[in-house]
């Protein structure tokens, strides 16, 4: 043990430099998969690879960036990139991540799974992005289908320029994460894709989705419990379920969604445009809700608050729906009825020793004492 002691210390007395040259996979604070055994061939195995990549840019001190090359295709079983990492990191996904089939499938909920990490930043440049196989899933209804990409606790993250496509579920999903935009990102699987949300997000605030195109089988965007500071800009959506907040109170109580704000997105065939739907069974609230600047392309219902969502007519519900507002909606509708309101009637007044008049409100206030 005395020798071995020794034998550092003066590794590192006589040559400082050479920790440098025996860390193959690095130049610069630039960390290539290719360097650390990955064939980018889109057939071999290349998921330890990254792994290895991984596990060198979280102990790297400074700034580190992670590279995806272009022109590569990268076979992956399961990713995961977590931290607490020592820097700041960069992502430069220009290549291809491939998911393999149903049967070979070991990635869990996630083929690509992002978590704990601060000050992110993604980047294809356009090139980069990710294919989930999703045909060898789809017709498998009783299937715990996984999906493509997913941030956990995640803060001030950074996400441009890249493509996932054929995710078996949801393409993005985003839980517990305060600060993120995602940017010029282009999603696409067919209109008969189960459940292949374009974004799912849930318990997290200051999002921003913008200039992206989203194809899929389900909500392009939806806005789960637990969310607020939601925004939606410059967002293209079709095929699809359109843009919805909810469901909510359908699995979980007191489910809540508040400053949400939709703005100059266009809906092309969809079969929802912006919708806040609500289920009975749970509470909370849906407030404070904004579609504004709007064009709608033959869209079944454009404008759409159902609070009757997957149940009974004749049931209640007791998640509140406030403070809404559409502004600005044009376009045209692929159907007969363009604005459905179907809201809870569970809904009244109440007054104890109470004076005064009301006058067109919902719910009316005949109980007032003059």
Avoid at 250 to 269: A, E, H, L, W, Y
Wanted: glycine share 12%; aromatic share 6%.
């Amino acid at each position: 043990m005395q020798s071995f002691i020794i034998f550092v210390l003066l590794l590192d007395f006589i040559s400082p430099c050479l920790c440098t040259r025996l860390n193959i996979g690095t130049q610069n604070g630039i960390y290539n998969v290719m360097n650390y055994g990955a064939h980018g061939d889109g057939k071999s195995d290349d998921t330890q690879a990254f792994a290895s990549t991984w596990s060198n840019v979280c102990n790297s001190v400074g700034m580190s960036t992670l590279v995806i090359p272009a022109k590569k295709t990268f076979l992956v079983t399961k990713l995961h990139f977590s931290g607490r990492c020592k820097g700041k990191i960069h992502i430069q996904f220009e290549g291809k991540i491939v998911a393999p089939s149903r049967e070979a499938w070991k990635a869990g909920e996630s083929l690509i799974s992002i978590e704990n990490l601060n000050g992110l930043t993604i980047d294809g440049n356009g090139q980069g992005g990710a294919d989930g196989g999703g045909s060898t899933w789809w017709q498998c209804s009783g299937c715990q289908r996984p999906g493509v990409l997913h941030f956990h606790s995640c803060n001030d993250l950074s996400v441009s320029n890249i493509k996932i496509t054929n995710s078996p579920r949801s393409h993005v999903s985003v839980n517990m994460c305060n600060g993120a935009t995602f940017s010029h990102i282009s999603i696409d699987s067919p209109p008969t894709s189960p459940n292949t949300d374009g974004f799912d997000i849930s318990f997290s605030s200051n999002i921003l989705v913008k200039d992206s195109n989203i194809k899929s089988g389900d909500d392009c965007i939806a806005i789960n419990g637990g969310s607020s500071f939601i925004n939606a800009t410059g967002v293209t959506c079709g095929p699809g379920h359109g843009i919805s907040v909810g469901s909510l109170g359908k699995t979980r109580p007191n489910d809540q969604v508040s400053n949400v704000n939709v703005r100059n997105c266009t809906f092309i065939g969809t079969s929802n445009g912006g919708r806040i739907k609500t289920a009975p069974g749970g509470s909370g609230y849906a407030k404070h809700i904004t579609f504004e600047k709007i064009i709608l392309v033959n869209v079944k219902n454009p404008i759409i608050i159902d609070q009757h969502y997957l149940q009974d007519m004749e049931l209640d519900t007791d998640v509140s729906v406030s403070d809404v507002t559409y502004r600005g909606v044009y376009g045209t509708c692929d159907g007969n009825i363009a604005v459905n309101l179907d809201c809870s009637s569970k809904v009244s007044a109440i007054c104890h020793n109470a004076y005064g008049t009301a006058t067109n409100t919902i719910p009316s206030v005949p109980c007032l004492l003059h």
